[in-house]
């Protein structure tokens, strides 16, 4: 259950956010490595999602632990996302819980889509991590990208590993570099060739959505050793 225990295992905590409560689940890494990365789901997903249930598996697989959560608004049933103070609420009341069970010696936050630009904003007003991993970061909104959500990534300041497929409607290459010139701290970009926003990759690539996310879990696994 913890690393107080000696022995981390699979382990679910229901979770007091205010007068409201969500679920969260820890999956350690197969090498008992005392990483652990907090993974929120994106806006139109929820913790048990295929794309948030096959990512755990193959960051796990490659030694991440990994914790899922669902956002307040999904907890209750919702389709509609909360605002955003209200999701970095929610977001740092599953660290703290993550800090106080499991007292991981590097603790990294970020997620898929709307749960990773939430970590973005929490890292960009100086929340305690390690550093921040983000999967299909949706700098604009689908059909608009004159409205980017970039203003705030020159405040962070951990190191930062970001993944996009390269056919993301919410992330174009070329804004995204464009974006990038800005910011200051250690932010490695790693484009999916052919994956869309879900990292889904046409047949005609010659790959697998498998093969995608073990490019994925192999990255993020050179990445998290670089911090060391």
């Not at 820890?26 to 907090?38: A, I, K, L, Q, R």
């Not at 973005?120 to 970061?137: E, I, R, V």
Request: hydrophobic residues 40%.
């Amino acid at each position: 259950m913890t690393e107080k225990s000696g022995k981390a295992h699979r382990t679910e905590w229901r979770i007091a956010v205010d007068a409201n409560e969500t679920t969260a689940l820890f999956e350690p890494g197969t090498n008992g490595s005392d990483t652990v990365f907090v993974c929120a789901h994106g806006a139109g997903g929820q913790m048990n999602d295929k794309g948030m249930t096959s990512l755990a598996k193959s960051l796990t697989s490659h030694g991440l632990g990994v914790v899922r959560f669902n956002f307040l608004y999904t907890a209750k049933g919702s389709s509609r996302p909360d605002p955003m103070p209200r999701l970095e609420e929610c977001f740092s009341a599953v660290v703290a819980r993550v800090r106080d069970e499991l007292a991981p010696r590097r603790l990294i936050i970020g997620g898929r889509s709307m749960g990773g630009r939430a970590g973005s904003m929490m890292a960009s007003k100086g929340f305690t991590s390690d550093g921040l991993l983000l999967f299909a970061y949706p700098l604009h909104p689908a059909g608009h990208p004159e409205k980017l959500r970039d203003a705030h990534l020159p405040a962070i300041h951990v190191p930062v590993l970001c993944f996009n497929g390269t056919r993301d409607p919410l992330c174009t290459p070329a804004l995204m570099e464009a974006a990038l010139k800005t910011v200051g701290t250690r932010w490695d970009m790693h484009w999916l060739e052919g994956a869309d926003h879900g990292f889904h990759v046409p047949k005609s690539s010659g790959k697998t959505d498998a093969d995608v996310l073990d490019e994925v879990a192999v990255s993020t696994s050179k990445w998290i050793d670089s911090l060391q």
